[in-house]
């Protein structure tokens, strides 16, 4: 991964608009590792689809999930346009991507569900499924993060992400958030990839795009 990309990608996400980039690296971060074996968790938690409906998780048994806070208003919006192209490509091998809007990060999804599925619509094209607005962080944090983070906790940023990553922990550190510290998501466009039997979970830092994933996609697929 090139240092030019991230020094990019901190001049974008402090912007209140999106802006169409494709980046493309020759390079791919370190492979996360599998973190935990459980018989049952992830498919107990039921979350809200972006309509306000109950959706159990239990539903996507046998399916590879792709679990992302996502948000309209930032530097790494442009990654909805990987997520999708990921999903065309892999939804009828099995996998499904879930968006969970989040305005934790410098209030970059201030809008409301329906403002949210309408950009995501017009903007990216995005089919895979949208959920109901959450804290990913925090006292009010949704249970869903609250486990993928106790499964898979925070082992440092990708190798060559080191000013980007410098400016995410100032970003939190002057806002006095704490989401610089221990297993917290860090930004916006955070990735959680799990195995079919819900039983391995490998968690990606925002910096990692969607592209750059498609050979552990593929691994679990294949399991």
């Given at each position: 991964?090139?240092?030019?990309?991230?020094?990019?990608?901190?001049?974008?996400?402090?912007?209140?608009?999106?802006?169409?980039?494709?980046?493309?690296?020759?390079?791919?971060?370190?492979?996360?590792?599998?973190?935990?074996?459980?018989?049952?968790?992830?498919?107990?938690?039921?979350?809200?689809d972006i309509d306000g409906s109950d959706v159990s998780l239990?539903?996507?048994?046998g399916k590879v999930l792709l679990i992302v806070n996502v948000a309209s208003k930032c530097g790494l919006t442009p990654?909805?346009?990987?997520?999708?192209?990921?999903?065309?490509?892999?939804?009828?091998?099995?996998?499904?991507?879930?968006?969970?809007?989040?305005?934790?990060?410098?209030?970059?999804?201030?809008?409301?569900?329906?403002?949210?599925?309408?950009?995501?619509?017009?903007?990216?094209?995005?089919?895979?499924?949208?959920?109901?607005?959450?804290?990913?962080?925090?006292?009010?944090?949704?249970?869903?993060?609250?486990?993928?983070?106790?499964?898979?906790?925070?082992?440092?940023?990708?190798?060559?992400?080191?000013?980007?990553?410098?400016?995410?922990?100032?970003?939190?550190?002057?806002?006095?958030?704490?989401?610089?510290?221990?297993?917290?998501?860090?930004?916006?466009?955070?990735?959680?990839?799990?195995?079919?039997?819900?039983?391995?979970?490998?968690?990606?830092?925002?910096?990692?795009?969607?592209?750059?994933?498609?050979?552990?996609?593929?691994?679990?697929?294949?399991?």
């Open positions: 991964m090139k240092k030019t990309f991230f020094l990019a990608v901190v001049a974008l996400m402090m912007a209140t608009g999106c802006n169409n980039q494709n980046n493309k690296t020759a390079q791919v971060a370190a492979e996360p590792e599998p973190v935990f074996e459980q018989t049952s968790g992830i498919y107990d938690i039921t979350v809200k239990a539903n996507y048994k990654q909805y346009q990987g997520l999708e192209a990921l999903y065309q490509k892999y939804k009828d091998q099995g996998l499904e991507i879930l968006g969970f809007p989040c305005n934790q990060f410098l209030g970059q999804e201030p809008g409301t569900n329906e403002e949210i599925q309408s950009f995501c619509s017009l903007n990216y094209n995005v089919t895979f499924p949208l959920f109901d607005k959450i804290d990913v962080n925090g006292e009010a944090e949704s249970p869903l993060y609250t486990y993928l983070k106790e499964q898979a906790p925070f082992k440092g940023y990708p190798e060559g992400a080191e000013e980007f990553a410098a400016r995410l922990d100032q970003i939190h550190q002057q806002t006095g958030t704490g989401f610089d510290q221990g297993d917290a998501i860090r930004w916006n466009f955070g990735k959680f990839l799990v195995s079919k039997d819900g039983k391995t979970i490998l968690r990606f830092e925002p910096m990692v795009t969607p592209d750059m994933m498609e050979e552990a996609i593929q691994e679990l697929l294949d399991k």
